[in-house]
């Protein structure tokens, strides 16, 4: 049996799980189901290649890093584009979502962020075609590590990446007062005002780590795969699954579920057959959701 | 009293409801002068709770003011009333259940500076020594009577000037009704003033300076506690059928 589908799995799974971690906090802290966070991956991506444009307009064409497909310009635009769609989630949230949000009816959000999701979706095809484009065009070697695995350099660095921002995200939710504020919001929001919680900064600090981190995941897949509009799209009903899967609100299980989801889809290409690849994830998601409900890290008491 | 013969709280008329239109409390007035008990009676339903949590800005105040220590704070946001010294312990679901008992203390001191957080939760767990054992529990996992002592003890992380509590003996054992009683006293005597909403008139009334009495939405009699206990309106208003029992 070849083992290469644990490399493509889990690289598939980290960059579903940093999508789902935005997911899943915008469900247990805003509490709705956001259908457009996946465009913030694409519109994180573009943002990100339109960064380096500039970049590369300013100072030239520049070298890729040791054996990678990317050099230093894709680094820095990469930390631009997260704060360039921080800023858009937030724009999005004051045009509409806070207002729909006030009015409390979460399925009235929830078909806005619908809205939103074709809007952001057409405008990304109107300004760059729906044509694929790349970061790097670029073929790279990939690197055989035993047991007739091969990895490319690109894809370790995108696993190394992926875990250091989930352990920091882990790290600031479990450890930081915003996290714990967050937390606390999510539990109670009547009670944290009473506490002396500014929610609305709480909302503010939700957006803006959902929407880094869809950036963050957009521009890996772009690494990876290719930019297109529908990239987000693509990956939304699995970073659902997955943020499903691991417990509404746990940052450790969005991530988890992510994995899962990614691992049994690439073995599922493998075994079976490319076509089961959607019905294997959504199989375990019941699977799981039978034996426990409130997921993997999720808790009974909500 | 301060120097300016101010109450450090004073609501004048306020009314307050949760749907536009439809007041709850209508036109309630009472005032606190500093280190002061006061206690807030009344039959069920009369909008007790929602009058403090309309002090507290939580239920949406429609007119009326109020004074805190002469500042007027009727519309401001519920975390600001706490940031100027206005604290509020709600009666239920006052802990946050899946964090840690002492991240439940840690959460309240989000605007204090950072180097003074530990020895505001130390103080809380010297007040509340069955805080200290389980710091590390989740809350939810807390009694009834514990639950309460995390309230009260958080809600004095930012040391406010007021502290209001919506019937903290409500479904106590007599034991921890003694103990919540004893220690509102001691908070009193460190120079706090206390609104306190009670069905436990009696144990209120033993350790409150002034009550009110608040039916339908409106204060309908105030008067020294140790008296109010006695007096004939009240007798009919609210207490009479109670008050040999
Ligand atoms: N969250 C709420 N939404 C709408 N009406 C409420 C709410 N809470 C209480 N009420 C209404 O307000 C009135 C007063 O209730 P409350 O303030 O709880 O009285 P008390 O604390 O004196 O028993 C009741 O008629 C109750 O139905
Ligand atoms: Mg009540």
Redesign the interface.
């Given at each position: 049996m070849n083992l290469q589908f644990i490399v493509d799995g889990l690289i598939s799974g980290s960059l579903i799980g940093l999508g789902a971690i935005g997911i899943t906090l915008t469900y247990s802290i805003l509490r709705f189901s956001n259908f457009a966070h996946g465009d913030f991956m694409a519109w994180g991506a573009y943002g990100t290649l339109s960064v380096i444009a500039a970049i590369g307009a300013l100072v030239g064409t520049t070298a890729p890093i040791g054996a990678l497909s990317f050099g230093w310009p894709l680094i820095a635009a990469t930390l631009i584009g997260m704060i360039l769609t921080a800023c858009l989630a937030l724009l999005l949230d004051w045009l509409l979502f806070a207002r729909l949000r006030d009015k409390g009816q979460s399925i009235i959000v929830v078909m806005a962020s619908f809205g939103a999701s074709m809007a952001l979706r057409s405008l990304l095809e109107f300004i760059f075609t729906s044509s694929p484009t790349y970061f790097s065009r670029g073929i790279q070697m990939a690197i055989p590590i035993g047991l007739g695995i091969r990895i490319t350099p690109d894809q370790m660095v995108m696993l190394a990446t992926t875990v250091i921002l989930v352990t920091a995200m882990h790290l600031f939710m479990s450890r930081s007062?915003t996290g714990?504020?967050m937390?606390?919001y999510s539990?109670?929001p009547?009670?944290a005002?009473?506490?002396?919680?500014?929610?609305a900064r709480v909302v503010r600090a939700t957006w803006i780590i959902g929407a880094a981190l869809a950036c963050a995941a957009g521009v890996m897949v772009g690494i990876l795969v290719q930019i297109r509009p529908l990239m987000g799209l693509d990956l939304l009903l699995p970073m659902f699954a997955a943020a499903i899967l691991g417990g509404i609100g746990s940052v450790p299980g969005a991530v988890l579920g992510g994995l899962i989801i990614g691992l049994s889809e690439a073995a599922a290409v493998q075994l079976i057959g490319a076509e089961w690849r959607a019905a294997i994830a959504f199989a375990i998601l019941m699977a799981v959701l039978l034996v426990r409900p409130m997921g993997l890290f999720g808790?009974a008491?909500? | 009293m301060s120097i300016l013969d101010v109450p450090i709280l004073d609501v004048r008329g306020l009314i307050a409801g949760y749907e536009p239109g439809l007041s709850i409390v209508k036109g309630a007035s009472i005032h606190a002068d500093e280190k002061e008990i006061v206690v807030i009676l009344g039959p069920n339903g009369a909008g007790k709770s929602s009058f403090i949590k309309a002090i507290?800005?939580?239920v949406p105040i429609t007119g009326g003011e109020v004074l805190l220590d002469g500042k007027d704070i009727t519309y401001g946001?519920?975390?600001l009333r706490?940031?100027q010294g206005l604290a509020?312990v709600?009666q239920t679901?006052?802990?946050?259940?899946?964090?840690t008992v002492e991240?439940n203390l840690?959460?309240?001191?989000?605007?204090l500076p950072r180097a003074e957080v530990q020895s505001r939760i130390d103080e809380a767990y010297t007040m509340f020594p069955d805080l200290a054992r389980q710091r590390k529990l989740a809350a939810?996992s807390l009694s009834g009577g514990q639950r309460q002592m995390l309230a009260v003890g958080?809600?004095l992380i930012?040391h406010p000037r007021v502290l209001m509590l919506d019937e903290p003996s409500a479904g106590l054992s007599p034991k921890f009704v003694e103990m919540v009683f004893t220690r509102l006293n001691e908070i009193r005597r460190a120079g706090l003033t206390i609104v306190l909403v009670e069905q436990n008139a009696r144990a209120a009334l033993a350790i409150g300076d002034r009550a009110y009495v608040l039916v339908e939405g409106r204060e309908a009699h105030e008067g020294r506690a140790a008296t109010l206990w006695d007096d004939p309106v009240v007798a009919e208003l609210y207490l009479g059928q109670r008050r040999h029992a």
């Open positions: 007062q714990r504020e937390r606390a539990q109670n009547a009670l005002r009473v506490v002396g919680i500014d929610t808790r008491e909500r | 507290a800005g939580l946001a519920a975390h706490v940031r509020f709600p679901e006052n802990i946050f259940p899946l964090m991240e840690r959460v309240a001191g989000g605007v939810g958080r809600a930012v």
